[in-house]
């Protein structure tokens, strides 16, 4: 399986809602990551786990809250969302390894907020 | 910090005729340089990587460290090749985020 997946495709949500967006992967990367992409943007990051730990937090705000729950699996907790939350989530997956940083990209989930 | 810039939003050429996507970098190790390509309603994709130095699709691109660009050429442009591309830069260090640049959207006319 050469693939990252993201479910769900789509997700609606109010304000006060808690919802989570799921991310997989099973080629053995070791490093996973959240981009979030607004229309006509280049991603941006968010977070970056590396062998399950966070490593890196883009001082994002606490509403979003990562998790990874083994080497496979990425998940984003959402609670309390703002209308300009609404994009593109994209996950991304990589060897982890040095002098090999090609990221692979799920299809996204695209987030609108109420 | 690291820096990407692609000049051009849009870049429209007629089918046939060579194309040059343009990317300048700023940073102060060895980098990483990719070329990412979303076709609409798809995911993104990688198109290059400097270090493979493949030609994918046509598209070839060469690392200048003196010039520190990264541009992306093809000789004939082809319709399906209409789509947003991203040059991205990463460090060597194995689990580091990309940073992008803002992406030039490529149109070719038939």
């Known amino acids: 399986d050469t693939e990252v997946t993201q479910t769900p495709k789509h997700l609606v949500m109010g304000m006060t809602n808690k919802k989570s967006l799921k991310c997989e992967q099973h080629m053995g990367h070791r490093a996973m990551y959240w981009y979030k992409q607004k229309a006509k943007k280049p991603p941006e990051l968010m977070f970056v786990y590396s062998y399950e730990k966070l490593s890196i937090n883009e001082s994002v705000p606490s509403r979003f809250s990562p998790e990874c729950p083994n080497s496979s699996l990425l998940n984003l907790h959402l609670h309390a969302l703002q209308p300009e939350d609404s994009a593109l989530y994209l996950c991304?997956?990589?060897?982890?390894?040095?002098?090999?940083?090609?990221?692979?990209f799920g299809p996204g989930t695209r987030l609108t907020v109420l | 910090a690291q820096r990407v810039t692609q000049p051009e939003k849009l870049l429209s050429v007629f089918k046939g005729a060579p194309v040059e996507l343009k990317c300048n970098y700023s940073y102060s190790g060895s980098p990483e340089l990719f070329w990412y390509v979303q076709y609409s309603r798809q995911r993104l994709q990688l198109l290059l990587r400097h270090i493979s130095r493949e030609s994918i699709k046509g598209f070839t691109a060469d690392l200048n460290k003196g010039e520190t660009s990264f541009h992306l050429k093809k000789p004939f442009a082809q319709e399906e090749d209409s789509a947003m591309y991203y040059c991205?830069?990463?460090?060597?260090?194995?689990?580091?985020?990309?940073?992008f640049g803002k992406g030039t959207r490529l149109s070719v006319i038939a």
């Open positions: 991304a997956s990589s060897q982890g390894q040095v002098l090999d940083n090609e990221q692979f």
């Open positions: 991205a830069l990463s460090t060597s260090s194995g689990n580091t985020p990309l940073v």
